[in-house]
């Protein structure tokens, strides 16, 4: 089992302490947090501390002063890449390393003195950082090797502060103004070692990268409030005030173009020019805003809110925009004598709209914060050093708008039996509309699309909460929480009044798997060419919709005489995925499911395997665009040519057909399970702890589900991630 003789059992340790004081006018907390993570994959590890302050001070019977600060610290010598190549451990591995290798034969990773070098040189005896051992030097790297040479820094530096004062001007107008800084460094690096491989692009003399991310934003708020009661029922909350952010970044790439002396990581031991980027942006947003909270009774409540955006990156009159909301509640409970077994009922609603300036078009905030104005962007280099422009190849609406999203929330808040029994129901509705988008147009006018305002998608659902307390005395607790969500998004409009686009007509979901799928027949059964292998639709198709049809979860929590289970479980049910883990361990050969007779007859170049399924008799099959059968005349029989088992293995798994790896992405996990125990205080009276308690936590530790090979739950496609993992831990909580 090389993945298993490959990876270690992850550790992962948290230590937290905090001191906290007050007296009359004044109160602070510090706090000190270290996070050690060792990974599964060897030689990967994780740093984590947090060092944070907090206080508060009366200055006078007027004025009070706030303020925090926080500083985080992260810091990893290397962490293992996730992306589907022969840098990834599980590539090389899981993939693509036959069962004939064992691995635990290729950690001394170093190919030995009198190995030979790519130009087939022989090296120095002893000599070392020169040439891997490997199994395979054309396609794929010695996981030990990647582990202990090709290292993946990160350094992160976090700050955060804030600063805010209020003063009370009279009892019922207050004055309140705060700012915040939010700052981040972030360093990571790549050391590249001598005879790396890359897809037969080798870097055999190592390279080094740096990539360095500076962001920085400051938020300044002020509020004016007035608050009062007129007479005994009616309560007013007004405000109103402005606000500034600024936003700024920075990114720069280094990387050398070969090493001269090996694991000499450093730009001047480049071979060749060193290439680099870089690249800056910066963002204001000035508004002004205000708000009105009232109530009658606790009965009728009341909330109106106003802002106004000026924004640096859209163009006038359009950077200027307003976006309003308001609630209302009603408190029925409160207003009609109830029977006995109803202890509340609120009735709720909502409406409101937020617009935004984050037009999103090149999947690139350096450009996207720029992208109302046709810029040139960077090209080759011709020549050897000349430096070129590139022309946009997008045209630019004269007058782009914010993108904006119209909600509206409506729901019910109920509860029974002296609040033993509680239901909280949401109905949700999310009109996007402005949002950008790049429309094609004609090469003839030297470009290829024009950004424009376009399409109206809609998203909509319904959320259900349920909370219980089945049993409470003395000296036992049950609690109970239950939740169920669906949600989907349909296209309400598209630009230009575009009846279909990308097989999604106006009025349908737009979560549509659009791919290449297997012709069927009526009941199901795959279609095979003459020559045995399966037969495609030739045409893309909507294979399904890939949101769950609803998502649930339950949490129970039990207590008794100081002893405490809780545990939690929760899932997606329906929507469907691709599973390209499986269909690259076919391709590879790795999946278990090829280890049969039938490949042993295909090596011996015996055509013995009969794909389950039906061949076309007579007739044809006509498909709409999204791929639904207008017309059908087929006849069928069962397929019976026998071919090579190999030759089907790679005419379905490596034909480039999504519907052959397909599956329901529907899963239900134990998520959490909580055992602990509370000490009591005549137990700890002699000691100097105000209170003990200790725990055991374990997580992700059952998961029930049918699709082979991965974890659905945030995976998909040839995710190559650590594999997930059950964790065991034990909690200690001393208090002084």
């Not at 109106?304 to 955006?309: E, L, S």
């Not at 480039?656 to 602990?676: C, H, P, Q, T, W």
């Not at 700890?684 to 997580?699: E, L, W």
Request: charged share 20%; no cysteine; net charge positive.
């Amino acid at each position: 089992n090389n993945l298993k003789n490959f990876l270690n059992n992850e550790l992962l340790t948290t230590n937290n302490v905090s001191i906290a004081g007050k007296n009359d006018i004044a109160d602070y907390r510090i706090s000190l947090t270290h996070l050690y993570q060792k990974g599964q994959v060897p030689n990967t590890k994780l740093n984590s501390t947090t060092v944070s302050l907090s206080g508060s001070i009366k200055a006078t019977d007027k004025i009070k002063i706030e303020g925090a600060l926080s500083y985080n610290k992260q810091y990893s010598p290397n962490y293992p890449q996730t992306f589907y190549g022969a840098n990834n451990f599980f590539y090389n591995i899981l993939l693509w390393m036959g069962p004939d290798v064992d691995i635990r034969d290729l950690r001394n990773y170093w190919q030995p003195g009198g190995g030979r070098d790519q130009g087939g040189s022989l090296y120095q005896y002893g000599v070392k950082d020169q040439q891997q051992f490997n199994y395979n030097y054309t396609w794929y790297n010695n996981p030990w090797y990647l582990a202990y040479e090709s290292l993946n820094g990160y350094n992160n530096d976090v700050v955060t502060g804030q600063l805010n004062a209020t003063y009370d001007i009279n009892k019922n107008l207050s004055f309140f103004v705060r700012s915040g800084v939010i700052t981040n460094n972030a360093l990571s690096t790549l050391k590249t070692p001598k005879s790396y491989i890359y897809y037969g692009n080798a870097e055999f003399d190592g390279n080094y990268t740096e990539r360095k991310t500076n962001n920085f934003q400051v938020v300044t708020d002020a509020l004016l409030t007035y608050k009062k009661t007129f007479g005994k029922d009616f309560n007013l909350t007004a405000s109103v005030g402005g606000s500034s952010r600024y936003t700024t970044a920075s990114y720069s790439n280094a990387k050398t173009n070969g090493l001269s002396v090996p694991t000499n990581y450093n730009f001047a031991n480049s071979i060749n020019a060193v290439t680099t980027i870089n690249q800056r942006r910066e963002k204001m947003v000035n508004s002004v805003f205000g708000y009105i909270d009232a109530d009658y009774k606790r009965i009728i409540y009341l909330g109106i809110t106003a802002r106004n955006d000026v924004t640096s990156s859209l163009q006038k009159p359009n950077n200027s925009y307003i976006y309003p909301s308001g609630s209302l509640g009603l408190v029925v409970s409160n207003m009609f004598k109830m029977p006995e077994f109803i202890s509340y009922v609120k009735l709720r609603g909502a409406w409101a709209q937020v617009s935004s300036d984050n037009i999103n078009l090149y999947d690139d905030p350096y450009r996207d914060w720029y992208s109302t104005l046709p810029v040139y962007t960077n090209g080759p280099r011709w020549n050897g050093s000349n430096t070129s422009l590139v022309s946009p190849g997008s045209l630019i609406q004269a007058a782009i708008k914010p993108n904006s999203t119209f909600s509206q929330e409506y729901g019910a808040e109920l509860k029974f039996f002296n609040n033993r029994i509680g239901f909280d129901f949401t109905y949700f509705s999310y009109l996007q509309k402005d949002f950008a988008i790049a429309a094609p147009i004609s090469s003839a006018s030297g470009y290829n699309s024009l950004f424009v305002n376009g399409d109206k998608l809609q998203r909509k659902g319904v959320e259900l909460v349920l909370t219980a307390t089945p049993v409470s005395n003395r000296i036992f607790k049950w609690d109970l929480v239950a939740n169920y969500s669906t949600a989907h998004q349909w296209a309400k409009e598209w630009y230009n009044d575009e009846p279909i686009r990308n097989g999604i007509k106006k009025g349908e979901r737009v979560d549509v798997y659009r791919g290449w799928t297997w012709e069927r027949s009526p009941d199901g059964e795959v279609v095979y060419n003459d020559n045995g292998t399966p037969k495609y639709i030739n045409q893309l198709v909507n294979i399904g919709h890939t949101d769950p049809d609803f998502i649930l979860g339950i949490a129970n929590n039990f207590n008794y005489k100081g002893f405490t289970l809780s545990f939690s479980l929760d899932g997606r049910i329906g929507g469907i995925m691709y599973n390209g883990l499986e269909q690259k361990l076919y391709e590879g050969g790795m999946h278990p499911g090829t280890a049969n007779s039938y490949r042993d007859d295909a090596y011996a170049g015996n055509a013995t395997y009969t794909g389950k399924g039906v061949v076309v008799t007579s007739g044809e099959v006509q498909y709409d665009v999204q791929g639904k059968i207008i017309s059908d005349t087929r006849r069928f029989s069962p397929n019976t040519t026998a071919v090579n088992y190999i030759d089907w293995v790679f005419s379905t798994y490596v034909n480039g057909i999504d519907g052959a790896n397909m599956y329901k992405r529907s899963f239900v996990k134990l998520r959490e399970v909580v055992i602990g125990y509370n000490l009591k205080r005549e137990t700890i009276q002699h000691t100097p702890f105000k209170s003990v308690s200790i725990s055991i936590t374990g997580r992700n530790l059952l998961l029930f589900t049918k699709v082979p090979d991965m974890d659905p739950d945030g995976y998909a496609g040839t995710t190559l991630a650590e594999p997930t993992y059950r964790n065991i831990g034990v909690n200690l909580n001393l208090k002084f």
